[in-house]
Nanobody
């Protein structure tokens, strides 16, 4: 059974940092891409950052480039999202998701491309 469990969310002030973790199990980690997505109240779920575990291909939304860093630990089947210089507009529930990935031409970056999802972790950035 595929499982993804997020942790590391919380309340932080503007300019602060958080590191989100995504613990995965139940699938061959290296054959998947892992994405971080977020959903704020009243808004659609959006991609934040994604990584291909086999080749390290990464994607960042323009809104987080230069502030967020995604990384994966293939030995521990973990993916991390380091979030620096946080802004109130980063407030959302953050989800990690997994999708099979073999070809860089088919690198998944949209929520609808991902099959397996975690339950989410709340990130709140106060002004």
């Amino acid at each position: 059974e595929v499982q993804l469990v997020e942790s590391g969310g919380g309340l932080v002030q503007t300019g602060g940092s958080l590191r989100l973790s995504c613990a995965t199990s139940g699938f061959t980690f290296v054959n998947y891409a892992i994405g971080w997505f977020r959903q704020a109240p009243g808004k659609e779920r959006e991609a934040v950052s994604c990584i291909g575990n086999s080749d390290g291909t990464t994607y960042y939304a323009d809104s987080v480039k230069g502030r967020f860093t995604i990384s994966s630990d293939n030995a521990r089947d973990m993916v991390y999202l380091q979030m620096n210089s946080l802004k109130p507009e980063d407030t959302a529930v953050y989800y990690c998701a997994a999708e099979v990935y073999f070809d860089v031409d088919d690198f998944p970056i949209q929520p609808y491309e991902y099959e397996h999802w975690g339950q989410g972790t709340q990130v709140t950035v106060s002004p």
